[in-house]
């Protein structure tokens, strides 16, 4: 075995057992509670912040009791537990497809801890498993040359706003918004500076700005993290309106509005959480 092929088996054994490391966080409920805690909320909502730039493979959540009630009582609470986690994970832009188990235990073995004060241990029984599982990152191949003729390339969108006409809607493609927040990622901001330039030579057309979310359920809008309200597709629309406009864009020629989960894209959940315009009026000189 030459130490090439060592080098390479150690790289492969050390990205996998990286890969396959799990996150892990708990959720504590009150005595014969499923509603989640404003504290214990405020921790998981920072838990799924950390979750951003992972790709994830697998959620699962496991909702536990204490050692008091009926088994079929705790069985019941503990399922009730489990779901109202999985609502917050879909109100924050979580998609459900990565949500492999949602799953109520009963209850928990009363020792399970060092610990000897009986109602702190139960405590720690109330409770909510999540454990999140990454994808294992695929083995970079190395690409070959293909010498065949590319397609023709696609138009950017400043050159969809310089032809746009009454009707057509316009996507922003490269436009990232953060997770459960209005606000975009710093590279975006240079990606609308060129939208706005291009908007404001096409001063002759009027737009509205539709704001849309991902993954939550029933075409529901998502909570914005910031307020607390579940208005983040309106957020997001509002958010651009105010951008063009410290651009100079004429508020006149703009409305924005949020269209919550409405019309899904049906690819990656991600493309979901976007913004587009759609051209509602072209005012054509008059001869």
Known sequence: MTKLFVLICFTLCSIFSFSQKELTHEVYFNTDKFEVPNTEENRLLLFISTLNDIDIESISIFGFCDDRGADTYNLLLSQQRAD?????????EISEDLI???DGKGEILLKIVEEENLLKIRGLNRKVEIIVKPKVPKPVVKKVVDSTPKPKKEKGIEDLIKEGNKGDKILFKNILFKTGYASVTPSSKKILDSIANALLEREDIYFTIQGHVCCTQYSRDAVNRQTKKRDLSAARAKYVYDYFAKKGIDKKRMRHIGLRRKFPLGGD???DRRVEILITYVNKPSN
């Open 100 to 102: 492999s188990n949602v």
């Open 269 to 271: 959940p991600e493309l």
């Open 84 to 92: 109202a986690i999985k609502a917050i994970f879909a109100n924050n």
